[in-house]
């Protein structure tokens, strides 16, 4: 019997692009581990009127990780930090405002999990480029977008 019929299956739901890396920080909180969080304001429309979509993410895996923590002493000090990102599995979480002019109003926002960046520009110039990832390592890590297994709603 094939171990492929005991592992777990998923549907992932991953949205790629480009954007600004926000306020990031290190979570603590009061139960469960520590975690790294970024804003990422994704980049969407047309170039000559671009608007953003902000997502707020928890930082998934060590080398995107080790990419954003890279990136904090420039964020701080308020130069552009520009990247390719991919998050998976993104969700809206409604609250409400607590303070300020819509206090006590009903708000909502985007948050999803950074699991990847392909290259990171501070003001304008390259600090990092992913290597190319060959074919067979992006098929036996589940990766492969271009699968020909992938099932469509038709």
């Known amino acids: 019997m094939s171990n492929q019929a005991n592992e777990s299956q998923y549907f992932d739901l991953h949205t790629t692009g480009i954007g600004y890396l926000n306020r990031i920080r290190e979570v603590r909180p009061k139960k469960g581990q520590p975690f790294l969080a970024v804003t990422v304001a994704a980049l969407c429309g047309s170039k000559d009127d671009v608007e953003y979509r902000y997502i707020d993410c928890n930082v998934v895996g060590a080398e995107a990780e080790k990419l954003v923590r890279r990136c904090i002493d420039a964020e701080k000090a308020i130069k552009k930090v520009l990247v390719s990102f991919r998050i998976g599995d993104c969700w809206a979480d409604s609250f409400t405002y607590s303070s300020g002019p819509k206090q006590g109003t009903p708000g909502a926002s985007l948050k999803g999990r950074l699991l990847y960046i392909g290259w990171i520009k501070v003001d304008g110039e390259y600090v990092?480029?992913?290597?190319?990832?060959?074919?067979?390592?992006?098929?036996?890590q589940g990766t492969d977008q271009g699968d020909d297994s992938d099932q469509s709603a038709a």
């Open 128 to 140: 990092y480029q992913a290597k190319p990832r060959d074919a067979a390592s992006a098929e036996q």
